[in-house]
Every structure is written in C-alpha cells, then in structure tokens.
C-alpha cells in the first residue's frame, strides 16, 4: 500500500530514477503533467511521492522505484520526523527479528488494525530484549533524588512502545520495511536505514567510525558486563560482540539516540540491553553498577556539564574536575563504575592530557595507577577529522601498585592519504600487540617511534603533560637513515625528470599579419562549445569534494560537503577546472585521478566539447596573467575572478592542440618542481632531525 502523504524532494526523485538532479529540473519545465509542490519551501519544494511515482511510470522514466528507496523516501517524508519513523521501523524490524509470526498476524488486514495491534505485540518484545523499568531505571524524579549520585534532570527508558496513534501514520512506512527485511534481513534493513540518515544529518552526530570502536573494544579485552555512559547509537557497545553471561549497559542525553542504540543492540545481540535516556553525570542511571568494562567516546569541551550542581558528588575520587575539565569528570564516572580490575577505554581530545588546570587530576590518576596508557591516534580516525584524538586506557586499581609505568603509544604512523583514513588494519596490530605486551610484563622495552613505557614518577613534573609525542623515542638511526636516503634517491630522480622536462630557449614569434580574433568564455558558454557549472551546490555522502586549495597545490580531492538537496556537480576527465578567489593564475585540467570528485566551493568547472575545444589549450590560455587581471574584480576584502569575461583566441583544432600540447608539456614540468620541492623540504628536514638527535654524523 503507497503512502500518499509521504513526500519527496528533487534530491529523491533524482535518486529514485537514477539521474541528476538537473534532469528533475527539465521535466518540471517540459512537462505541463508532471506533479507540483505539494510542500518545501519555493527554493526546495517537495512532492507527493505517490504522483511522482505514477508520473515517473507513465513516461517511461522508471519500471518500478526501487523498494530500499521507496522505503527511504517513506522514512524522510514521514509527518512525525525521520526520526520517529526510524524509531517505530526498528521496534517492528525487532519483532519480526525475533516473532516473525506475531508480525504477519498484527499485519494482516487493515492500516487501522495495524496500528491497534501492534503496540500490545511491541510491548511483549521490547519488555523481553530492553527489560522492565526496574531498578536499571529512574523514571520518576522522586527516585532520582533518592540516590547519593545523582542530581538534576530525571533519566527514563530508553523507549516505550508507541501508542496506536502514533503508529497510524507509520503504517504504509512498516508494511514496506517489513518487505525489504524480507530481502535484506531485520538487521542489515535497519543498519541500511539508520547508516543513511546519518549521514544525511553529519551535523547533528558525532559517530564513531566501527574500526575505531573495534579497536577500543579490543583494549578493553573479554568483558561479561560492559557501560557505555555515552552511547550515542550504540557503535561502542555494538563492538563488544555476543558471548555468554554478557550483558550490555547504555545511557544518552538525546533521547532519539538512546532509543535507536536499543533498538540496534538488540537486533545485534542476544545479550540483555538496558539502555536509558538522560543526562549521565546528573542523572546517572546505573549508580551501582560495577562493570567489567566501560567504553565511551564522551562530548568534547562540555562547559554546561553540572560543575555547579556535583561539587560534592562521591565520584571525584581523583579530584573536582574544572568547569574546563568535562572530559576529567567522564574518565572518573568511568570508573566509578568499574569493578575493582576492570578497564575503561575513552576517546579523549588531546587537550585533555595537557591543560594545566587538569593537571592535579591527571597526577592522582598516574600516583594511584588508575590510568595505564594514552594512545594518540592519527588525524581522521574520528571526528573532528582534523585532530589526532587520544585513547585512554584506565583501569580500577584493586591495590597500591608498586613503582608503576605508564605506555605512551603514537600511532601517526599509520595516517591515511586525504580522507581515506588510516591503515586500521595495520594500527590496530600495532597498538594492540604493544598494549597486551606492556599489560602482562607492566613495562614495555622502547619501539622507537611507536610505544614505550615512562615510569610515573618521570610524569609528575609541575606539567604532567601525558601527550605521547613528548615521551617517545626518536625512530631508530638504521630506520631513519635508510628512510632518508630512500627520499635522496627520489630527489635526484626527480631532479633529473625536471631537467628532462624543461623548456627549451624561448624563440621570438614570427611577426604574423595580425592577432587572432578573441572571444571569451562566456560567448562558448552561450554556443555550445563548453559547458561551465558552480561547485559548492550540494555533496554525496562519503564522495570527497575537490576542494580551492586542491587545485592550487595540486594534490588529490580531500574536502567533503554535507549531502543536501542542491544539485552536485562530478568532475569528468577533460573537465577544466577554475578557482574564482585569491587573484591567483591556476586552471586544472581533470585527469583520471582526480574525476568523479565533487566540485567545491568557490570552483568554476567549464566542459568544453573536444570536437570544438581542447582543454589543454582552454587551461593555458585561462592561466594568462594579463587575461587573469581583466576579468578579475576587488572587494574590500578579497579579489574575485569573473570566468565569463576570461578570454582566448579562436583557432582552429588543429593550431589549439599544438598550443594545447606545449601547455601539457609545462603542466608536467610544474607537477614534477613541486614534486621536487616536497622531497627537498623532507629531505631537508630528515637532516635536521638526524643531526639534532645524534643519529647522522656531522661529517
């Protein structure tokens, strides 16, 4: 049954026939049949996903809409949010998980019979798998009070089976979400629909990615009973794996997040899930329980975190975190929850291991063993993408140690190019491998580079500055020298390609009756000879975004922009590519490497036809540095080049690829100069290194 409320946008129906969003453009133009707005605003109008669908089937535009993109289209249009939808989707993907039967019961018969039924069947299954409200539970603000260590805003369940009403609108959304488990299964379908609304909305969560969670699950090591005081939707606890006697703790201050890490853990495990919605350092749900291990990737640089109203709670041991220190007050919940011996892994901001008003609290975490090593991670592991985030790795003393020593980790090593991310595969190894040798033996001998263990007592300085990089070894003379001449011996290699590719002398041009006539991009643009299109308008999920500073330096696309409803524009081989700030003389053209990437902001992308137009002539021309001053205009601020008035002179093809691949040629002899120019700065910087820290010879 189709859902004639459910809306869609351009965005959607591009998607649902498998064009670009342009094409949805035309039609609405062309077609004086072709459905209206039925709601959106006048820049993005939405429509009737019924009419769309009978439109797209009339004109042969489509045999039949996808089902996992019907159902997407159902969820985004949903009159309640895409939220409640996804919600009232996974508690019916949970039923027919585990009582197949009960659902083709309740679904049988009308929407009407549907919505009145199911609540009771929800009842049952999401009672049996996330448990009653019990002592897991604060549901009342009377019970709240009651505890020693909890203060402020009441905790609830983390999800109620909703009432029929509710259930009404979301009929026609479960009946197809029911069809698509049937294809891809309850889980994969909800993991499907849960994946892409995440990343339609990356503004609004901080994920963490699953190889990250993977790892941290792996530090903590075998864990019966294992919390995650921030549980976002679950990527933490997902990690921990089935396994018997398990059971699984979660609490978050979002609401909808808490309820969607309930519904994924349980179409995930068989382990009991007790998950809560509320604020966790002011409400704690779980105030006598003593796990076996706690992972959490907390919220960063929290001010409003409850530093006025628990000055005086129990969980301090270490000391009062500063208003400044959130993160301090979530590594000492972490364990306060831990049983004697149990360990806690955080994701920790690496301003956390050095601010000088956590510093007393870091100094009673090393003096009484409690934190056991930091593990700087490379930039891109997780979010915020730019910074190499910290693990700590804690544990709950069970005695006083005796002259303890904490491991330093820096795996920076293992970084990935652009946004491809790091070499999990090869970190993971190698943290793990020197975690699990410092934990048995308590010290660990130095991996120069990689890890080593500091005695406490080195660390309690007037800093207690814990940032791996200032306690690790400098890499093994052997190792850096021979990195250091594999880099001399790409130098001169390049050096010589240089030479191989420079110009030749410069001869005047013969004196010729008279210039070419000129004419400019704009006028091709309007005849049909390039086609030139505006970055910035919209993204893909997970397709990197060719960005200005790319173009300028040269290198591979590394920016990504926010899906959204705006058309994205895809680089192409040939494609001449234009930045429009900063006064520079730069046009690229795209290569294999480069294509398919989305164009980004404050780019200019021009298509020429190669019947009419060759691109290496369009690019050396447009590189022109008088051409660049005519067309370019000056605000108070910045400089900002008009493509349309950038000129070049009409020739015919075969005097455009002559000029076309001289242009090529000096294209390369930049590439490899600044291919040379990288190599020289670390070649010369390896130098500095080796002899700084006594591992090359002055001589």
């Not at 853990?265 to 291990?293: F, I, K, M, Q, S």
């Not at 005086?312 to 959130?326: I, K, M």
């Not at 946004?419 to 991996?447: N, S």
């Not at 015919?652 to 930049?670: I, M, S, V």
Request: proline share 9%.
């Amino acid at each position: 049954m189709q859902d004639d409320a459910t809306e869609v946008t351009a965005t959607g129906i591009a998607r649902l026939a498998g064009v670009g969003r342009a094409a949805v453009s035309n039609w609405r133009r062309r077609h004086a049949d072709f459905p209206g707005p039925v709601g959106g605003t006048e820049t993005s109008p939405s429509f009737a996903l019924a009419e769309v669908e009978g439109w797209l089937r009339r004109h042969s535009k489509l045999a039949e809409v996808p089902l996992r993109e019907r159902v997407w289209q159902q969820l985004t249009g949903h009159p309640a949010g895409p939220v409640t939808a996804l919600t009232h989707a996974g508690c019916v993907l949970l039923l027919i998980h585990d009582r197949s039967p009960v659902w083709l019961e309740v679904s049988s018969g009308s929407d009407e019979r549907l919505a009145a039924l199911l609540p009771g069947a929800l009842e049952q299954v999401l009672t049996s798998r996330l448990g009653e409200v019990d002592g897991s539970y604060v549901n009342t603000p009377d019970t709240v009070h009651s505890l020693a260590a909890s203060a402020g805003p009441a905790a609830r369940k983390a999800l109620e089976p909703p009432a029929a009403p509710q259930l009404l609108p979301s009929a026609p959304l479960l009946r197809s979400v029911a069809g698509l488990a049937a294809e891809l299964g309850a889980r994969h379908t909800f993991e499907f629909l849960l994946g892409r609304h995440l990343d339609a909305n990356p503004r609004q969560y901080t994920p963490t990615p699953a190889d990250l969670a993977a790892l941290m699950a792996a530090l903590a090591g075998p864990a019966r009973t294992v919390l995650d005081p921030a549980c976002g939707t679950g990527a933490l606890l997902r990690s921990v794996g089935n396994g018997p006697g398990r059971r699984l703790y979660g609490q978050d201050s979002a609401p909808e997040l808490a309820a969607l890490a309930a519904l994924r853990l349980a179409l995930h495990t068989r382990a009991p899930v007790r998950t809560a919605a509320g604020d966790t350092l002011r409400a704690d749900t779980h105030p006598e329980l003593r796990a076996d291990a706690v992972l959490c990737h907390p919220p960063f640089n929290e001010r409003d975190w409850g530093h006025d109203e628990l000055a005086y709670d129990p969980r301090w041991e270490y000391g009062f975190p500063a208003r400044t220190e959130s993160e301090l007050a979530w590594v000492q919940h972490a364990l306060a929850r831990l049983r004697d011996g149990g360990t806690a892994v955080l994701l920790m901001p690496p301003a956390a291991a050095s601010r000088r008003s956590g510093r007393r609290i870091r100094a009673d975490l090393l003096r009484r063993g409690a934190l056991r090593a930091v593990v700087a991670l490379p930039a891109g592991a997780a979010p915020p993408y730019g910074i190499p985030l910290h693990l700590w790795v804690l544990r709950r003393p069970e005695r006083a140690p005796v002259q303890p020593e904490v491991l330093f980790a820096d795996a920076g090593r293992f970084a990935g190019e652009g946004r491809g991310g790091p070499d999990w595969p090869g970190m993971r190894e190698a943290v793990l491998d020197a975690w699990r040798a410092f934990d048995g033996a308590g010290r660990l001998d130095e991996r120069p580079g990689l890890a080593r263990s500091v005695p406490v007592i080195e660390l309690l300085d007037d800093d207690v500055d814990l940032a791996p990089a200032r306690h690790l070894p400098p890499p093994a003379a052997a190792d850096g020298a021979g990195r250091l001449a594999d880099v001399r011996e790409r130098l001169d290699g390049t050096l010589r390609l240089a030479t191989g590719l420079t110009p030749p002398p410069a001869d005047p041009a013969p004196p010729a009756a008279g210039r070419p006539p000129l004419t400019t991009v704009g006028e091709l643009a309007r005849g049909g000879a390039l086609v030139m299109r505006t970055g910035g308008n919209g993204g893909h999920a997970r397709v990197p975004a060719l960005t200005d500073h790319d173009v300028l330096s040269g290198t591979g696309p590394s920016g990504m922009l926010p899906e959204s409803d705006g058309e994205a524009v895809l680089t192409e081989p040939g494609d001449v590519v234009v930045p429009v700030l900063g006064g520079g003389t730069v046009a690229r053209v795209i290569d294999d490497t480069t294509a398919g990437a989305v164009l980004g902001r404050n780019l200019v992308l021009l298509r020429p036809d190669p019947e009419v137009l060759d691109a290496w002539f369009l690019a050396g021309f447009l590189r022109g540095t008088a051409n660049q001053r005519q067309a370019s205009s000056h605000a108070s601020t910045a400089t900002r080049l008009d493509v349309r008035r950038l000129r070049l002179p009409r020739l015919a093809p075969a005097e455009q690829r002559r000029y076309g691949a001289r242009f090529r040629a000096l294209d390369e002899f930049e590439r490899a100069l600044r291919q040379a120019s990288r190599l020289g700065e670390q070649f010369v910087r390896g130098m500095y290194d080796g002899l700084a820290d006594g591992t090359i010879a002055p001589d």
